[in-house]
């Protein structure tokens, strides 16, 4: 039976689908930005009344943009904020978070395990996932690839959309049928959502066309998107509600940042004795604050040292146990 199991890391929140040891779907969450859910008063920074929309700055100096604004509002006034998007981050661009006036109660974002049961879906909190589970995951949202039978799926996080392209050398209408069932599972495994462009192989006869068609609408059966036809040249465009950052587009956001919250899950998970000596790229260790660092010690029990190394890659820092 599938089940949610939460991870609450440092600098971070995890949260996986697992089903008989499979991922079939993921959530991360980086606290600290402004989140769906969240409400708060924030100044209104901009209105323009012609289209009743304008700029939320929260107390924390974040911005969002914000909808549905009273015809009398005014520029500098306070208004109270539901936050219904993230703020998301892809190569080169930065789409700030949306807002939309509410008279609710002020609250935080919820935690991962209180929006899953907001929706319905019952979470376990765990130390630790399954050895192996996340770690996988994690490698794909990296590299932007997923490998299946026959080709593998190239995933890119662009400011118009999520684009899929499908890689493989098996004659088109194969491939592209192969592709259907690990682009549906990696859609869910990625938390992906608003538009997203999937390139499949041209395929020049209709019947095949549709036999694609029906196969993602399979596939993509219970997961609340629109989708278009395939057309000529392959493409196929898929729209589903966007709240939060998908694990690509928090990826994009900060390679470093992420690097560094994966060796610090590395780090405790550390059990030979002595202190805790984590080796990284110079980037990785400046996302390294004193706060996570102090967490790793109060989790751990251990005196915590930094070794700043150049020649390892940004995702290949490592954590071991070193003589006190």
């Known amino acids: 039976m599938a089940e949610w199991l939460v991870e609450q890391g440092i600098g971070e929140e995890r949260a996986l689908l697992v089903d008989g040891g499979e991922v079939l779907a993921a959530r991360m969450d980086w606290p600290g930005g402004l989140a769906a859910g969240q409400v708060e008063d924030a100044v209104l920074a901009h209105f323009d009344p012609a289209r009743r929309r304008g700029t939320g700055r929260f107390a924390s100096g974040d911005e969002a943009l914000v909808d549905r604004l009273p015809a009398d509002s005014r520029e500098g006034a306070l208004v109270r904020l539901l936050v219904t998007r993230a703020a998301l981050a892809e190569r080169g661009r930065l789409k700030r978070a949306q807002a939309r006036p509410s008279d609710a109660v002020p609250r935080p974002a919820p935690t991962l395990a209180e929006a899953l049961a907001g929706e319905g879906a019952e979470a376990r909190t765990v130390r630790r996932f399954p050895a192996g589970v996340w770690e996988e995951l994690w490698t794909e949202a990296w590299s932007g690839e997923v490998s299946f039978a026959g080709g593998s799926l190239l995933f890119s996080a662009t400011p118009a ?68 036809a395939m057309n000529g040249f392959g493409f196929v465009q898929l729209v589903a509600r966007l709240e939060r950052p998908s694990l690509l587009h928090l990826l994009a956001q900060s390679r470093a940042g992420a690097a560094a919250r994966m060796l610090l899950r590395r780090a405790e998970k550390v059990e030979d004795a002595g202190a805790l000596l984590l080796s990284a790229h110079p980037a990785v260790v400046g996302q390294l604050t004193d706060n996570w660092l102090g967490e790793l010690a109060r989790r751990t029990g251990r005196e915590v040292r930094l070794a700043p190394d150049p020649a390892l890659a940004l995702e290949g820092g490592f954590a071991q146990a070193v003589p006190l």
């Open 161 to 228: 959309m999520t684009l899929i392209d499908i890689d493989g050398e098996a004659p088109a209408a194969a491939l592209a049928q192969a592709a259907v069932a690990p682009l549906a599972m990696s859609i869910r495994r990625f938390d992906l959502g608003g538009s997203i462009g999937i390139d499949f192989p041209s395929l020049s006869r209709k019947e095949d066309r549709r036999a694609i068609d029906g196969a993602l609408e399979a596939e993509l059966a219970g997961w609340q998107h629109e989708r278009t």
